[in-house]
């Protein structure tokens, strides 16, 4: 089972600088490698306070020299949003600075926020993907590449600092539609999957629907397909600290929903304002559903949505809204040194006596 930690590098407020926020994201991702965790992967979104990161390459490239060890996720690359050749370029050049540690998780995106600012029409946001992945899957095996698409058009052309993987960086496709994780399933990428902030039933679902997935396109999900799980997860017995990190979790889903379904308002056209909703959870469902407490029932919690989901990687979120960052610190330290070993023990042993 490989950990990871999942930096959206929010800002909630103007007490709040972006350079705190940045540099916060920075220190995490040193103190993750120090604890053992396998992997940090760093969101994108553009023009709003719903994250800060505009560019995960620009940040793996950077955090690659602050490392040694960890692995550097992009999640996710919002493929519409880019050309094609400086993208492939800009792979190359991060997985090569970061001496073949790139995760590249890509996706087709969901906010017209977004898509409106960069002159792309998210209506198309689809078929741009899927032409997009045809040609970076092409262009970053093959000396040259050429593409003449509906959308896309690439004249031969070669990149010159190409992946140090062989043969190419690992691909995580990130979406809720079926066809979209089809496509990943058959050409045998990686997945990455949320439950939000749901609970077992939620994660049993889940688990169906990836099910379904793998079986129409020939696969068995646990035997073939290699699938991430975004989660929020915080350990602590104090309840003042686990309330502050449910605040801020429930804070995330509301700016991501009001993005989402178009009903984002903001008083100055950058910080959208925080906006109650008839969908949101109460903290006595959000105790009940997610892994949060003291140590053993995190857990035991954690134990238990692995058992129904049986995913190969679980992904923290850790920076959430203005959650404070030295309580987000000790959070990583103890998942490294508790947590993580008690969970990877436990599965062990169950591995053991299944054998």
Request: with cysteine; glycine share 8%.
């Amino acid at each position: 089972m490989e950990f990871g930690v999942f930096i959206l590098a929010q800002q909630r407020g103007y007490h709040q600088t972006p350079q705190q926020v940045i540099h916060n994201s920075i220190e995490q991702t040193v103190v993750a490698e120090q604890a053992g965790f396998d992997a940090a992967w760093y969101a994108e979104h553009h023009f709003n306070n719903y994250s800060l990161s505009p560019s995960p390459l620009m940040m793996i490239a950077h955090v690659a020299s602050k490392t040694r060890r960890i692995r550097l996720g992009t999640a996710v690359c919002i493929l519409p949003l880019y050309h094609p050749a400086r993208f492939l370029a800009e792979v190359g050049f991060v997985d090569t600075v970061s001496n073949g540690r790139l995760e590249l998780g890509i996706g087709s995106g969901y906010q017209e926020f977004e898509f409106q600012r960069f002159g792309v029409d998210i209506a198309d946001s689809g078929a741009i993907y899927n032409e997009f992945l045809d040609i970076l899957q092409k262009g970053l095996t093959q000396k040259t590449v050429e593409y003449h698409g509906k959308h896309l058009d690439l004249p031969p052309s070669s990149i010159a600092v190409r992946p140090v993987q062989d043969p190419m960086p690992p691909l995580w496709i990130t979406s809720g539609n079926p066809v979209t994780l089809g496509r990943g399933v058959r050409e045998g990428h990686n997945l990455f999957v949320t439950a939000l902030l749901k609970g077992n039933d939620g994660i049993s679902e889940l688990r169906g629907r990836l099910e379904k997935v793998a079986a129409d396109h020939g696969r068995n999900l646990d035997d073939d397909v290699k699938f991430g799980f975004l989660r929020c997860a915080f350990a602590s017995d104090n309840a003042a600290e686990v309330d502050s990190y449910l605040d801020n979790a429930r804070f995330q889903r509301r700016i991501s929903e009001s993005l989402k379904f178009r009903r984002a308002q903001s008083d100055d056209g950058y910080m959208v304002r925080e906006m109650p909703s008839e969908t949101d959870p109460t903290f006595e469902q959000l105790r009940r559903n997610l892994p949060v407490g003291p140590v053993n029932q995190v857990i035991d919690k954690m134990l238990e949505e692995i058992s129904i989901l049986r995913p190969k990687h679980i992904a923290l979120q850790t920076q959430l809204g203005d959650f404070d960052q030295k309580t987000m610190l000790r959070q990583i330290e103890l998942w490294g040194e508790r947590i993580i070993p008690a969970i990877r023990k436990e599965i062990g042993a169950n591995l053991a006596e299944a054998a």
